[in-house]
């Protein structure tokens, strides 16, 4: 009996010293042990520090080409933070390679100009959205010395509206409320089809040669009613004025026949931004860039309206010195879009990048950190984020002292295939947005002696 007691003793005394052992080891600030790797004499910590500062501002960037992008955008949207946008497209329309025999007995109908959605759009489609067609004043070529047009490009056109619509878009399903399936059909002027089913007639060198024809139409611009904003709308690079006709009978024949777009490369949109009442209405060519905390401590992302955001990492340097360093292991750049500036209509860039920029804020090479791995939390906006492992940057930064890191820095840019063509944007907080959910933020992990 004694010697269950002695055992059953030990036993109880045993699980008390692995608990105590346990409760111990829980209480200890955990590490990561390095030996013998930086300091030979004893073990590495890493060590989490988010106190240095990000500078943001948003820039002003020149004017980037819009032809040849295979997309017209077209419409109008009202945003409180970028202020209204407009674009409008410019086409250059040519005469049928092989253009049908019409006869005395042909009799001319109507003519209307069909434009199909590419389903692809920005802003509130629960409007109607109104588009208006002009003539061009002159040919579509390209201005001396260049070999593209930009987003701030225009061609003089007539201001008389030739044809107009009004229509609902639906572009995740494909269809407008004209019941056309994917088009948007503008009646024209039969003044305009007259003339062109003469030439059809008469086939003069003004309709069989492509540089007469095109002296002769100029091409045609289509742009947005201003007073129905809603959303712009991207449209595929294919414009058809069609010409319908008849050939009377015992049963009539109803055909036919198309001036299409030519010079797909020339076609190019114009898109401009009216930041009146902004946080942005001071930034231009002239006022390139401005410090986040002039704008309500955040900064602004949307390169189809010239709008970036510049980081810059002036006090990183400082880390060299720490008594305790040894060297950086980890750098998280943490992005937050500020919560309530974005939703379904006003969707965030599915992707950013990292570019390297300098004082006079040129794109420089494009990092290879990723795209952001964007989370949306649309319920509370606290945890929706761009993160980039900024590791081998941070580790550059270091030895460039305080004076390079004050001017060169990174800038956020969405990818060369979707920057021309589409709208989404991002609001982002500083380190000092009043929202802590919504500040930006560096972690950086390091290697210490202690």
């Keep these: 009996m004694g010697s269950k007691c002695f055992y059953r003793n030990h036993i109880f005394l045993y699980l008390i010293a692995v608990f ?55 419409g109008k949207y009202i945003d409180p933070f970028f202020g209204i946008i407009t674009t409008q497209s410019y086409t250059d329309i040519g005469a049928p390679v092989f253009p049908p025999a019409i006869t005395n007995y042909s009799v001319y109908d109507s003519i209307a100009l069909i434009m199909r959605i590419d389903r692809t759009f920005y802003g509130d489609t629960s409007n109607v959205q109104g588009f208006l067609v002009s003539q061009l004043a002159q040919t579509m070529n390209f201005p001396p010395n ?28 494909g269809v407008t409320s004209q019941l056309r399936g994917d088009s948007v059909v503008i009646t024209m002027p039969n003044s305009m089809g007259e003339a062109l ?21 100029k091409g045609l611009t289509v742009y947005p009613d201003p007073n129905y904003p809603g959303a712009t709308y991207g449209f595929k690079d294919t414009l058809t004025l069609r010409i319908y006709y008849h050939e009377p009978g015992v049963v009539a024949a109803y055909k036919t026949v198309d001036f299409s777009t030519v010079n797909k490369f020339s076609q190019f949109n114009e898109i401009t931004a009216d930041r009146t009442g902004t946080p942005l209405a001071s930034i231009s060519h002239t006022n390139p860039e401005i410090q986040s905390t002039a704008t309500g401590n955040q900064a602004f992302l949307q390169p189809i309206t010239s709008i970036y955001t510049k ?56 990092l290879p ?25 941070i580790q550059g930064a270091l030895n460039q002292g305080a004076a390079s890191n004050a001017k060169n820095g990174l800038i956020l840019i969405t990818p060369s295939t979707v920057y021309n063509t589409t709208f989404n944007r991002a609001v982002i907080g500083n380190a000092y947005n009043s929202l802590l959910s919504n500040q930006i933020s560096l972690i950086i992990y390091y290697a210490s002696y202690y």
């Design 20 to 74: 105590f052992t346990l409760v111990l080891a829980a209480c200890s600030k955990p590490q990561i042990r390095f030996d013998g790797v930086y300091n030979p004499d004893n073990a590495t910590n890493v060590i989490a520090i988010d106190t240095f500062s990000v500078q943001v501002s948003s820039v002003f960037l020149d004017s980037f080409p819009t032809n040849g992008t295979r997309a017209q955008l077209l």
């Design 197 to 217: 089913f003469g030439l059809l007639y008469r086939q003069p060198d003004t309709l069989t040669n492509p540089a007469q024809f095109r002296e002769y139409f």
């Design 146 to 173: 260049q070999t593209s047009f930009y987003n701030n490009s225009s061609i003089p056109y007539n201001p008389t509206v030739l044809g107009s619509a009004y229509v609902k878009i639906r572009p995740l399903a």
């Design 311 to 366: 980081l810059l990492f002036p006090t990183i340097s400082n880390l060299l010195g720490y008594q305790d360093y040894l060297a950086i292991m980890k750098a998280q750049l943490v992005i937050k879009p500020i919560a309530g500036t974005y939703s379904p209509s006003f969707a965030l860039p599915p992707a950013v990048n990292l570019a390297l920029t300098n004082e006079g804020n040129t794109i420089g090479t494009v």
């Design 369 to 393: 950190y990723g795209s952001g791995s964007l989370n949306i939390d649309y319920l509370y906006g606290t945890n929706t984020s761009y993160s980039y492992d900024i590791t081998t940057y």
